[in-house]
């Protein structure tokens, strides 16, 4: 990225960015007046063969507090588009990176910076790795960022106050909405819930409260938890095993029987195709009757 002075005249606002001023403002230009900007905006620059469009990323209130000082140029950090099948316009680019800005620009609470990072991969299709660079973070960390938005709104609430370490986030997110109401109603008088109480609350709560795929639900209606010793453990994993079997079976009773009844309509076509003109008739009639 590029450090230049432009002219503040030669800079563009898209729309939906401006905005009216404020009493702040006025407060940032008697210091932009004092001693002077301390840190540029950001601009895109768009290349074009007659004049190169630059439009304004970051920085509208000291842009604003330059110009109403009758400053002429403003000093600027430039980054220069270069159209991609992932930011197809200079619109998409600019959003992408106003939400890098605006995350690394303060320090964001573990949901907000779920927050951002769950926005980039949805709104801009990237892949975990890419955004983790974005941040400035390992890939890990961005996982375990994601999965505190499993969690309910209270429980994100109480990991942003401090009442519960993020990492706890990971865990609750694998339990289901009541139960984790029920672990927010268990701990709600305490200050501080510690990981190890969390790691057992999850690992005692009953199969029923952790979230799972429709399968094993279904298995564990049936009863098969999975918990205790090594023996019941195998008598549990024989039980899945035999569950599964009845289903694969289920099915496959189900696919030879619809196999079955397309073979006896197709005969009963092939039958009707040899039959005489008058008497396929007497039969269709006959089967509409029916």
Not at 77 to 91: N, V
Not at 126 to 143: K, S
Not at 208 to 229: D, E, F, L, Q
Request: charge should be positive.
């Amino acid at each position: 990225m590029d450090t230049e002075l432009l002219k503040v005249d030669s800079i563009q606002v898209f729309k939906k960015y401006q905005r009216s001023k404020t009493k702040q403002d006025g407060e940032l230009t008697r210091s932009i007046r004092d001693i002077g900007l301390q840190d540029p905006i950001f601009v895109l620059k768009i290349p074009r063969k007659n004049k190169d469009l630059y439009y304004l990323v970051d920085g509208l209130r000291r842009m604003q507090a330059i110009k109403s000082l009758g400053q002429e140029d403003i000093e600027c950090i430039i980054e220069t588009y270069q159209k991609s099948h992932k930011f197809p316009t200079p619109q998409m680019y600019m959003d992408f990176l106003r939400i890098v800005i605006d995350s690394k620009r303060q320090d964001l609470l573990p949901s907000q910076r779920a927050r951002y990072i769950e926005l980039l991969m949805d709104k801009f299709s990237m892949p975990a790795q890419e955004v983790a660079i974005a941040f400035g973070i390992a890939v890990p960390t961005l996982i375990n960022s994601l999965k505190v938005r499993k969690c309910s709104k209270e429980i994100r609430v109480w990991i942003d106050d401090g009442k519960l370490p993020i990492s706890t986030g990971v865990l609750l997110s694998k339990l289901t909405d009541s139960a984790q109401a029920q672990f927010l109603n268990k701990y709600k008088d305490r200050p501080r819930v510690k990981i190890k109480e969390v790691e057992r609350y999850v690992r005692n709560a009953p199969a029923t409260m952790h979230r799972r795929s429709p399968i094993r639900n279904r298995i564990v209606a049936r009863g098969y938890s999975g918990k205790g010793s090594l023996a019941s453990r195998v008598t549990t994993l024989t039980k899945r095993r035999d569950y599964l079997r009845e289903e694969h079976n289920r099915l496959q009773n189900q696919v030879s029987a619809s196999k079955a009844l397309s073979n006896k309509l197709l005969r009963v076509t092939e039958l009707r195709k040899q039959l005489p003109s008058g008497m396929a008739a007497t039969l269709e009639s006959f089967m509409k009757e029916v």
